[in-house]
């Protein structure tokens, strides 16, 4: 079975700098998707950026990057200017390609603080 | 588009009570799910559906009941609410043209005393 695992339960960033948060997954298959979802106090869960396993290049949403490394199975995620409205909860996830099912797997999440 | 939607946004229920969470899309999106979140525990699945009339079991199916009869819409029953029931509930539709990007509801906080 897959797993994710989000080893820092909660991280700090100073207005303006650049934070990473850490992820790394278990799995068997070869072919998978990741994402990163900020979930912040409304608790709407929001996409922020998604690899395909199948990609060397490493993803990036304006101010969001990710640091895939597929053999070590790590997938984090840089926040680069870091911005008030930053402050949230960040999931990791994992997705089998496999068409036939629907199973997203989550990690337990980083609670990022912001500071001005 | 309304996107995905939940009602109730709170629900207070008795152990013992039933109810049925509600989950629509207007996107057309093949694939749904429910997922629970817990305090220290993240997302967790409790049934999914990759089409009408087809569903399936997640990581924590029990005491949960769905069906999926439209593409629209997909309930999800608590038969015979417990307090470990006591939990956020998400809905999911899945865009599977753009690498199976999920889309969230609102969420459904649910209370059993």
């Known amino acids: 079975a897959q797993t994710v695992t989000q080893s820092q339960p909660e991280m700090s960033v100073q207005e303006a700098e650049t934070v990473t948060l850490s992820c790394t997954y278990d799995?068997?298959?070869?072919?998978?998707?990741l994402f990163w979802y900020k979930q912040p106090p409304s608790r709407q869960m929001i996409l922020v950026i998604r690899?395909?396993?199948?990609?060397?290049q490493n993803a990036t949403e304006n101010r969001f990057s990710v640091n895939f490394q597929k053999a070590a199975k790590s997938f984090s995620l840089k926040i680069s200017d870091s911005q008030l409205g930053d402050a949230a909860m960040y999931f990791c996830?994992?997705?089998?390609?496999?068409?036939?099912?629907?199973?997203?797997?989550f990690g337990t999440g980083t609670r990022l603080q912001v500071f001005p | 588009n309304a996107g995905v939607t939940q009602t109730p946004k709170f629900q207070v229920l008795k152990t013992g009570q039933s109810m049925t969470l509600q989950c629509a899309q207007d996107?057309?999106?093949?694939?749904m799910s429910w997922y629970r979140q817990d305090p220290g525990m993240g997302l967790r699945l409790i049934h999914y559906?990759?089409?009408?009339?087809?569903?399936d079991q997640g990581e924590v199916p029990n005491g949960y009941n769905v069906s999926r009869s439209t593409t629209e819409d997909f309930p999800l029953r608590l038969l015979s609410a417990a307090p470990s029931q006591t939990s956020v509930y998400f809905c999911?539709?899945?865009?599977?043209?753009?690498?199976?990007?999920?889309?969230f509801g609102p969420g459904t906080r649910l209370t059993v005393t």
């Open positions: 799995t068997s298959e070869s072919d998978y998707y």
């Open positions: 999911a539709s899945t865009h599977r043209g753009r690498g199976y990007e999920q889309y």
């Open positions: 690899q395909e396993a199948y990609k060397q």
């Open positions: 559906s990759v089409g009408a009339g087809i569903t």
């Open positions: 996830a994992y997705r089998s390609a496999w068409r036939n099912t629907d199973k997203l797997i």
């Open positions: 996107m057309n999106h093949e694939y």
